[in-house]
T-cell receptor
Framework: KAGVTQTPRYLIKTRGQQVTLSCSPI?????VSWYQQTPGQGLQFLFE???????NKGNFPGRFSGRQFSNSRSEMNVSTLELGDSALYLC??????????????FGEGSRLTVL | AQKVTQAQTEISVVEKEDVTLDCVYE???????LFWYKQPPSGELVFLIR??????QNEISGRYSWNFQKSTSSFNFTITASQVVDSAVYFC????????FGAGTRLTVKP
């Protein structure tokens, strides 16, 4: 069973540009969550999608957005990049929503560097 | 508001030492779940254990053990006889509407 796949794994952008990251969940999983990981802030919740609808959102500016497609694949977009957006962006999938007991399955992340 | 605190940023031990990673949480929910995840250098977090708020039994799995104490809002993780392969970042998490993670503890086990 294939795991969570994130693309691209590494990317470098400059300030002001935008970036789109992709996440393919485990087959059969319908929930996709996104997290930003930085050395200073740890893992911070961005948003979660289930059945193509955003169900929860963390405390991030509107420059951060996402969507989910009918096949459960998800993309997140960051516009007008800032230096502080440099981070590892992790995607996690799960079978159900809402279910606080659910286990999250993570991808290896997309490491974004903003110059 | 939900919050998870892992006060230990980094811990370094020598192989075969025992090590305890601390986790303190805050929540107003009466039903909640606590998790521990391990993040090896490859990046993806790997699930280790889940505990619900009604089950305070400690759990042991091989060299790993977990101590859940509701009275102190803590869910600590102990590795017995640590090994180099245990080197990773460990995250404690609290689940309600979404999963909130602590800042993580980087464990380095030296040979």
């Amino acid at each position: 069973k294939a795991g969570v796949t994130q693309t691209p794994r590494y990317l470098i952008k400059t300030r002001g540009q935008q970036v789109t990251l992709s996440c393919s969940p485990i087959s059969g999983h319908r929930s996709v969550s996104w997290y930003q990981q930085t050395p200073g802030q740890g893992l911070q919740f961005l948003f979660e999608y289930f059945s193509e609808t955003q169900r929860n959102k963390g405390n991030f500016p509107g420059r951060f957005s996402g969507r989910q497609f009918s096949n459960s694949r998800s993309e997140m977009n960051v516009s007008t990049l800032e230096l502080g957006d440099s981070a590892l962006y992790l995607c996690a999938s799960s079978l159900e929503f809402p279910n606080p007991a659910r286990e999250l399955f993570f991808g290896e992340g997309s490491r974004l560097t903003v110059l | 508001a939900q919050k998870v605190t892992q006060a230990q940023t980094e811990i370094s031990v020598v192989e075969k030492e025992d090590v305890t990673l601390d986790c303190v949480y805050e929540t107003r929910d009466t039903t909640y779940y606590l998790f521990w995840y391990k993040q090896p250098p490859s990046g993806e977090l790997v699930f280790l254990i889940r505990r619900n708020s009604f089950d305070e039994q400690n759990e042991i799995s091989g060299r790993y053990s977990w101590n859940f104490q509701k009275s102190t809002s803590s869910f600590n993780f102990t590795i017995t006889a640590s090994q180099v392969v245990d080197s990773a970042v460990y995250f404690c998490a609290l689940s309600g509407n979404d999963m909130r993670f602590g800042a993580g503890t980087r464990l380095t086990v030296k040979p």
